[in-house]
């Protein structure tokens, strides 16, 4: 008998089917009002992608900071699985960076942990060292 997915699996996919239709202000009602995003690490920013950010504040300058940066050429999720208060998805993607035109591609990992029906935390690990390296 197959189980169905977990609260916190339903909150990601939401969250994926709001970004795969461009639902910005849907994407930033899924996250809890003091929720951090980590792109890739938690250290600060200094004015990059890569880094934390807080709050629906940060999560509006984040989506931001992806649409200045990259335009999507494909986006898949491959699994979403979750337990408890915490999910986590995997997939591949692959973007062109605006400010070189060079392809950029890679597996990705998302974790999220889940408070009260929104996203608390959100922490998305991809290929740097690529990234890097089509930004140059």
């Known amino acids: 008998m197959a189980s169905s997915p977990s609260p916190s699996a339903q909150l990601v996919q939401s ?8 639902d910005a202000p849907g994407v930033v009602r899924l996250f809890a009002d003091q929720a951090v995003i980590n792109a890739v ?20 300058e984040f989506l931001a900071n992806l649409g200045r940066t990259f335009d999507t050429q494909a986006f898949h999720v491959l699994q979403v699985i979750g337990d408890g208060d915490t999910a986590f998805a995997h997939g591949t993607f692959t973007h062109l960076v605006k400010a070189t035109g060079k392809p950029f591609s890679s597996s ?29």
């Open 108 to 136: 990705w990992a998302l974790r999220c942990r889940v408070h009260d029906g929104r996203i608390a935390e959100y922490h998305f690990f991809e290929d740097s060292a690529a990234y890097a390296e089509a930004s140059r």
């Open 15 to 22: 969250l994926f089917q709001a970004f795969s239709t461009g």
């Open 41 to 60: 690490h938690a250290h600060d920013r200094a004015g990059g992608l890569y880094g934390a950010y807080h709050g629906r504040a940060g999560v509006e």
